[in-house]
């Protein structure tokens, strides 16, 4: 059974970073996409950033050039590095992998809270 465990998640004021890590456990996930997620309060849940098995990296737009997904296969994990962080960037932040197309297992997720 495979387990995702975040962490990193927490309270920051606006234009400060948080790095996010994803653990992986009874999987060997280096041939999957990983990607993350996030729920803001009231609102559905939606793609932050993945990377594929090759190292190709996608971003969802209000996200690029502030934050960096990676991955560190001989970990089993992967990483969100979130800089330059806003108050529209709150929300619980979920680790999911599978093949791109479908995400197959999900984290239970970390909670990012950006002050103004």
């Known amino acids: 059974q495979v387990q995702l465990v975040e962490s990193g998640g927490g309270l920051v004021q606006a234009g400060g970073s948080l790095r996010l890590s994803c653990a992986a456990s009874?999987?060997?996930?280096?041939?999957?996409?990983m990607g993350w997620f996030r729920q803001a309060p009231g609102k559905e849940r939606e793609f932050v950033a993945k990377i594929m098995n090759t190292g190709s990296t996608s971003y969802a737009d209000p996200v690029k050039g502030r934050f960096t997904i990676s991955r560190v296969n001989a970990k089993n994990t992967v990483y969100l590095q979130m800089n330059s962080l806003k108050p529209e960037d709150t929300a619980v932040y979920y680790c999911?992998?599978?093949?791109?197309?479908?995400?197959?297992?999900w984290g239970q997720g970390t909670r990012v809270t950006v002050s103004s």
């Open positions: 009874g999987r060997t996930f280096s041939s999957d996409t």
């Open positions: 999911a992998g599978g093949t791109g197309r479908t995400y197959d297992y």
